[in-house]
Nanobody
Framework: QVQLVESGGGLVQAGGSLRLSCAAS????????VNWYRQAPGGQREWVAG???????NYADSVKGRFTISRDNAQNTVYLQMKSLKPEDTGVYYC??????????????WGQGTQVTVSS
């Protein structure tokens, strides 16, 4: 079984920074693409950023220039560095990863989420 554990959330004032981590553990062959999503209170889950196995990154327009996604393959961990935070960044942040069983056999997992609250 594979577990994804997010950490690093918390309460921060507008303009502040946080770094989220998503650590994978368990039995898998490789971690391929990893994405961060967020869900605001009463809202739908929305995609925030993604990183491919080779390091190519993509961002939602709402966070481009403020958030940076990166990965440490040796630690099976993906990070989301968030700067210039705004109240509208508030929500539960989830990572979603393809932890392949073997080449060509992807398996997708969600983490449990970490709360980010940005006060104005």
């Amino acid at each position: 079984q594979v577990q994804l554990v997010e950490s690093g959330g918390g309460l921060v004032q507008a303009g502040g920074s946080l770094r989220l981590s998503c650590a994978a553990s368990g039995s898998f062959f490789s971690i391929n693409a990893v994405n961060w999503y967020r869900q605001a209170p009463g809202g739908q889950r929305e995609w925030v950023a993604g990183i491919a196995s080779v390091g190519v990154t993509n961002y939602a327009d709402s966070v481009k220039g403020r958030f940076t996604i990166s990965r440490d393959n040796a630690q099976n961990t993906v990070y989301l560095q968030m700067k210039s935070l705004k109240p509208e960044d508030t929500g539960v942040y989830y990572c979603y990863a393809d932890c392949a069983v073997r080449i060509g056999l992807p398996r997708y997992y969600w983490g449990q989420g970490t709360q980010v609250t940005v006060s104005s």
